[in-house]
C-alpha cells in the first residue's frame, strides 16, 4: 500500500512516531510523499532518506535528547544566566547540537542537501516570523532568493524544530532579487518552529502543484496523518517568571493543536498517539518513557492500519 504522510509535531513527543511508523511497516506500507513538523519533520526526512522503523528505533534509543540542550557555560548562571541569553539570542538554547545530531545521522545514508533527495518527496514547515508566514521547505526558500537545492536537510529540519524562546531562531539572510531594494537590516528573515503556524500539515498534499514530478505528485495516493493527543501533563504549569510563562505559552499551543477538532473528513485518516503525559521540552525523558512513547505510537498505528484495510 502506497501513501504519502504528514507527521504532526511535538517536541520530545515526536519518538511515538517512530512506534507508528514501524506499525505502517508491519501493515505493508510504502512511503511515497512525506510532510512534517517540528519532531514530525525529523521522521520525515528520516523516511525520506531511507531509514527503516527499526533504524529509527535504534536512533531513538541511543540518544539523550537531553544533550540538545546546549549553551554557553556564562548562561547557566542561576536565573539570570538564562535570562540574560534570552535577552540577547532570544532563546534559551541554541539548536546547534540538535542540527549536528541530524545532520551527522543523514550523511549515514548520503543525504546533506534537498539535491539528494527527489524533488517533491520531502516537505517541512517552519514559521517565516519576520513576514508572518508559513515556510513549506525547501520550496519557498525561493521566495527569500535562496536555492531550494542547495539547502541542507539539517537546518531545515533545525529551523522547523525551533521552539520560540526555548531554541534560538534561525536567521536567514535574502539573496539576489529577493534582497534588492531592501536595507541591510531588512535583509534578514527570523525563522521558528512550524508549529507556530501549522503543526498538522494535513492538507499539504491535497493539491498537487503541476510543476511537481508525477513519481511524488500523484493525486489517487491516500494522504494519512500521524497526530499526536493528549495532554501534556495532569498538573497546571508553574509559573515563576517571564522564561517559564514563554514555556507554558508555547506548550499551551501545541497542546491545543495536538487536541484540536479535526474534521470528520479527515478522522479516517488520522493515526492519534496517546502521548501518555510526556511534555513537548521534556528533553530529560527517562528511558522507560521513551520506550513507552514508542509502544504507545506502535498500538495506536496497528490499530489504525487493522481498520484501514477492511
Known amino acids: 500500500m502506497l501513501i504519502n504522510a504528514v507527521f504532526e509535531g511535538g517536541g520530545v ?3 511515538s512516531l517512530a512506534g507508528a511508523v514501524k506499525s505502517a511497516e508491519n ?4 512511503f511515497n510523499r512525506l510532510a512534517g513538523t517540528s519532531s514530525g519533520s525529523i521522521v520525515a526526512a528520516l523516511l525520506a532518506a531511507g531509514f527503516t522503523a527499526d533504524e529509527m528505533s535504534e536512533i531513538v534509543r541511543t540518544t539523550p535528547f537531553h544533550s540538545f540542550l546546549h549553551r554557553a557555560p556564562i548562561f547557566n548562571a542561576k536565573i539570570i544566566g538564562p535570562a540574560v541569553r534570552l535577552f540577547i539570542k532570544k532563546g534559551l538554547y541554541s539548536g546547534e547540537a540538535l542540527e549536528l545530531w541530524i ?8 543525504i546533506r542537501t534537498f539535491s539528494d533527495i527527489p524533488h517533491g518527496k520531502l516537505m517541512i514547515i517552519a514559521s517565516d516570523i519576520t513576514n508572518g508566514k508559513i515556510l513549506v521547505l525547501p520550496d519557498d526558500l525561493i521566495k527569500l532568493g535562496i536555492n531550494p537545492a542547495a539547502f541542507e536537510v539539517s537546518k531545515a529540519i533545525r529551523m522547523s524544530t ?10 536567514l539572510r535574502m539573496c539576489g532579487n529577493a534582497a534588492r531594494g531592501k536595507s541591510f537590516k531588512d535583509q534578514f528573515v527570523y525563522v521558528v518552529d512550524g508549529g507556530l503556524l501549522s503543526n498538522f500539515p494535513l492538507w499539504l498534499f491535497d493539491s498537487t502543484s503541476p510543476a511537481e514530478p508525477p513519481t511524488f505528485g500523484q493525486t489517487s495516493i491516500q494522504t494519512i ?11 497546571p504549569h508553574i509559573i515563576r517568571g517571564p522564561v517559564s510563562m514563554l514555556q507554558a505559552m508555547f506548550e499551551t499551543m501545541l497542546s491545543a493543536h495536538d487536541e484540536r477538532y479535526i474534521e470528520q473528513v479527515n478522522r479516517f485518516r488520522t493515526i492519534k498517539i496517546p502521548t501518555l503525559g510526556v511534555g513537548t521540552t521534556q528533553f530529560h525523558i527517562t528511558p ?22 477492511e
Do not use: C, W
Open 13 to 15: 513527543k515526536g519518538i
Open 27 to 30: 501493515a505493508g506500507v510504502v
Open 103 to 110: 545532520h551527522n545521522i543523514l550523511r549515514t545514508k548520503g
Open 162 to 171: 525551533s521552539i520560540p524562546y526555548f531554541f534560538d531562531p534561525v536567521i
Open 225 to 235: 496523518g500521524f497526530q499526536m493527543v493528549g495532554r501534556s501533563s495532569g498538573s
Open 288 to 309: 522507560e518513557q521513551s520506550a513507552e512513547l514508542y509502544e504507545s505510537g506502535l498500538q495506536a498505528g496497528s490499530k489504525f492500519f487493522a481498520r484501514f484495510k
